[in-house]
């Protein structure tokens, strides 16, 4: 589509964000326009198509349920869908709401001025368009700004490489090919089996080895899907009331007060399960107290070891940081797949990487020759995307300089200095501590409600007060202070990006409590921001 002139609201990203967005101003009689840097809807599902990605949160949770229609017409195949799955879902919803026609395609936003006297945002973007708008929605992902080692060499090595994050959408064929991949987050863990199932040998090197329980994925049988449908509405109350955006009963018993025998057999369970929710809530002191954390520490431990034939190995694999405190992963074989002859796990704890070569990849130990090389070492996580696009707020002031010692935010939802500048799952909300798509409604649901709120009032902006934010920031670091979550180099800490200010940045207090301080502050007559005409 053409972009034009100005509109009510400029909208970055064409995730499950951008486009709950767009179909909610719709409604509101606002003009948007999308813009998106990938070739058609989807986000993270768009560009994240590396072999084995699978969501793991279950299908029939991870769905929209603003409208019962479509809520109750799809219909997923699997417990937890592969990438295409969910991407053929979002093209869905693209379609259904004919979203398409206000989305501006291949085009990623540049930079974004804020104009103090028209009160308006001058949006560019990298084709040099530009567009005036009364409100910019950042709707770009928590986990969008893919990074790579920062290794010299990158670009010596003579053979193919591959980020999981922009895989090619013809795929990629590792038959007969000597495979090298780092990372063994989500993304490694995820695509290791399926890339050993095909390659002659493939080379791990892990930094700092995941927490992973088996996915036990399977088809949805009819049954299930049928009682889900039916119970839909009480369901997605519960999301919205729950910690994680998946409800479970929650837990009333510390794992210290309970026999070995017993908590062995809930660990079992909650393993068996093939849930992280389950795991993480067996006890209701797991994330908050280290003596509890670790009796689910050494069950995972001997599970490990039990499936893992090499004793070396299965150490290797096993990690020493708190569970839960980086994000465990879903697996479908990954540790069996450590029992192929063709796959090796290099401990980058005990030689480093030094540099990728024209061969292949160098640690402080040796050279390791591949034919090709995948790089799953995940994003510069929940603010990379908002700074490295050039946005300056009142006073030409800039994002990224405003947050380089960690990310202010009010509610995870604007920043002061920024008017009429939302983020949708930004640092300070829930978002990556929670189902995405049960946070990302309950933002656009906040965000689209605000500008009404200013619409009906004759008011022309929005912006956090100083005290309010900074409260804010206080309350999320108190918050993760109580757990066991800063205890490890994480990527919620910021620790994975060399030069990053660590800071914990997602809210850990539970999507259900941040939905009620959010709507405290909206029945509060949007309490802590500045509003003005
Ligand atoms: P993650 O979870 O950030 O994983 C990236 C992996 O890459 C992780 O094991 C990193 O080790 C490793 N990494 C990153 N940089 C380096 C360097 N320089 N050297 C060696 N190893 C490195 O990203 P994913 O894409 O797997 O998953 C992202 C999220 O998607 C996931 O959590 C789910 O929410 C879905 P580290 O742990 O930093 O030591």
Known sequence: MPVPESVDVVIVGAGFSGMYLLHRLRHQNKTAVVFEAGADVGGTWYWNRYPGARVDVESLAYSFSFDPTLEQDYE???????????????????DRFDLRKDIVFRTR??????????????????????????????????????????IAGLDDFHGPTFHTAHWPHEGVDFTGQRVGIIGTGSSGVQSIPVIAAQAADLTVFQRTPAYSLPARNRALRDDEVTAMKANYPKFRQAQRESGFGVPVAMPTR?????????????????????????????YKDLTTDQDANDTAKKWIHRKIHRIVDDPAVADDLSPQYPVGTKRPCLDTGYYETYNRDNVHLVNLQRTPLVAVTDKGIRTSEREYEFDAIVYA?????????????????????????????????????????????????????????????????????????VIRHLDERHLRTIEPQVDAQD?????????????????????YMGANVPGKTRVFMPYAGGVGEYRKKCDEVAANGYEGFQLTD
């Open 76 to 94: 997923w195949r699997e417990r937890y869908p592969t990438q295409p799955e969910i991407l053929r879902y979002a093209q869905h919803v693209a």
């Open 109 to 150: 936003v540049s930079g974004a001025t804020w104009d103090d006297e028209s009160k308006t945002w001058l949006v560019r973007t990298e084709h040099a368009d530009a567009v005036r708008a009364r409100f910019l929605v950042m709707a770009t992902g928590c986990l969008s700004a893919a990074k790579l080692p920062e």
């Open 254 to 282: 510390s794992a210290l007060e309970v026999g070995d025998a017993e908590r062995d057999a809930t660990f079992e369970v909650a393993w068996e399960s093939g849930s992280l929710v389950n795991l993480l809530t067996a």
């Open 377 to 449: 070492t995940g994003f510069d996580a929940m603010t990379g995307a908002l700074t490295n696009v050039d946005i300056r707020g009142r006073d030409g002031v800039s994002l990224k300089e405003t947050w380089r010692a960690g990310p202010r935010t009010y509610l995870g939802i604007g920043s002061a200095g920024f008017p009429n500048l939302f983020m949708i799952t930004g640092p300070g909300s829930p978002s990556v501590l929670s189902n995405m798509v049960v946070s990302i409604e309950q933002h656009v649901e906040w965000v689209s409600g």
């Open 471 to 491: 409260a804010w920031v206080a309350h999320v670091n108190e918050i993760a202070g109580y757990t066991l979550y800063p205890k490890a180099n994480s990527w």
